[in-house]
């Protein structure tokens, strides 16, 4: 199978794209034995602290790159028209680190973020600011099996940058009604980025995340599924083990939540990996 790019993407906060991205990386390359790319494209950095301490992330920005760095002269980034030894090549190599390495083979690399990639918000325009992240993951990402991108919430230069590079939008939706009001707003945005590129992007689907006992879900969820036919069979259920494994930079399969926490999660993976061509 050759790489697959997958965009983890919402228009709204607060919905599960970390933690869907950190366990899913984390089951595919422990249990699939896959070799997994994990890119933290929020300046919120999330997926950065969930998967280093804070004195790994420190020592990893002292030495390498980090995602905001391809948003530099264009020059960095694709090389030099001529030889140039006074500019400095920024390639995937010098932005990942690998926080997680297992037995079978399989491993997580990760290029981390920082709140310094919210001033690419500000930015009027650029030379190809939009096609960054393609060219860094151009010829580089075929050692990988999966790319995962934990995208911004707001759609921006950011979020085409997502499209661009991806070949898959996997969309969590948080059975609120604030959330679920954002998908057919997204889907508008995918269908125009599809129109106006070369590059097309499919959604792999909606996947209900975080999903509680509470009153209000059933309602929400039963909207979704009348306007919307691509949604993930499996839900996936909230434990307080998903946020205070992040906290202790563990996936929920290594915190001490119940096997059917674990298991749920498990058939999501299953679900995914069904739905990628």
């Not at 919120?44 to 004195?55: E, K």
């Amino acid at each position: 199978m050759s790489t697959k790019v997958i965009s983890i993407l919402n228009m709204k906060g607060g919905v599960g794209k970390t933690t869907i991205t950190l366990n899913l990386a984390y089951a595919l390359a422990k249990d699939e034995n896959k070799k997994v790319l994990v890119i933290d494209f929020d300046p919120q950095a999330n997926l950065s602290s969930g998967l280093l301490t804070y004195d790994e992330y420190e020592a990893h920005r002292k030495e390498k790159k980090v995602i905001s760095d391809i948003f530099s002269e264009l020059e960095q980034v694709i090389g030099p028209v001529t030889p140039n030894p006074s500019i400095q090549s920024i390639t995937l190599d010098n932005m990942v680190c690998r926080p997680r390495e297992f037995e079978g083979g399989g491993y997580i690399d990760l290029v981390p973020s920082e709140l310094e990639l919210s001033s690419v918000l500000e930015r009027a325009g650029g030379t190809s600011i939009e096609r960054r992240l393609h060219y860094i993951l151009k010829n580089k990402k075929n050692r990988y099996d999966y790319v995962l991108i934990d995208c911004s919430p707001t759609y921006s230069v950011l979020t085409n940058n997502c499209l661009v590079a991806s070949d898959y939008v996997l969309i969590p939706v948080k059975p609120d009604p604030f959330s679920a009001r954002g998908i057919p707003l997204l889907l508008r945005k995918i269908d125009l980025h599809n129109r106006a590129n070369e590059e097309r992007v499919e959604v792999l689907g909606i996947v209900f995340s975080m999903v509680s006992e509470a009153q209000y879900v059933k309602s929400v969820k039963a909207e979704v599924y009348r306007e919307h036919s691509n949604v993930f069979a499996t839900e996936i259920r909230f434990t307080e083990h998903y946020p205070r494994g992040w906290f202790e930079n563990k996936s929920i399969f290594e915190t001490n939540a119940q096997l059917d926490f674990k298991n749920n999660f498990m058939e999501f993976v299953s679900e995914f990996e069904t739905k990628i061509v």
